[in-house]
């Protein structure tokens, strides 16, 4: 069974951080690029953060470049998102996927895990 775990979300003020994590089990975890989505209320989904399996290439939204982190750690099937100096407009549910590449479609999703970020 294909299941993609996020956790690490909360609540956190202005300028605080969080780190999530997606751990993935269930499918071939190098066959995939994994990404992190979010979703606002009211809001479509949007792509954050994306990481290749195949030479480990990221990429970042313009929003959050320079203030989040990808990261894997293939060992434990594992992908991380440090979030630094949150800002209330990050708030949303935070997805991650797990992808043939970067740009390609989702082929499974996580179940989510919020993320508020209070001003």
């Known amino acids: 069974e294909v299941q993609l775990v996020e956790s690490g979300g909360g609540l956190v003020q202005a300028g605080g951080s969080l780190r999530l994590s997606c751990a993935a089990s269930g499918f071939t975890f190098d066959d995939y690029a994994i990404g992190w989505f979010r979703q606002a209320p009211g809001k479509e989904r949007e792509g954050v953060s994306c990481?290749?399996?195949?030479?480990?290439?990221?990429y970042y939204a313009d929003s959050v470049k320079g203030r989040f982190t990808i990261s894997s750690d293939n060992a434990k099937n594992t992908v991380y998102l440090q979030m630094n100096s949150l800002k209330p407009e990050d708030t949303a549910v935070y997805y991650c996927?797990?992808?043939?590449?970067?740009?390609?479609?989702?082929?499974?999703w996580g179940q989510g895990t919020q993320v508020t970020v209070s001003s």
């Open positions: 996927a797990a992808l043939p590449s970067c740009s390609g479609r989702a082929d499974y």
């Open positions: 990481i290749s399996s195949s030479d480990g290439s990221t």
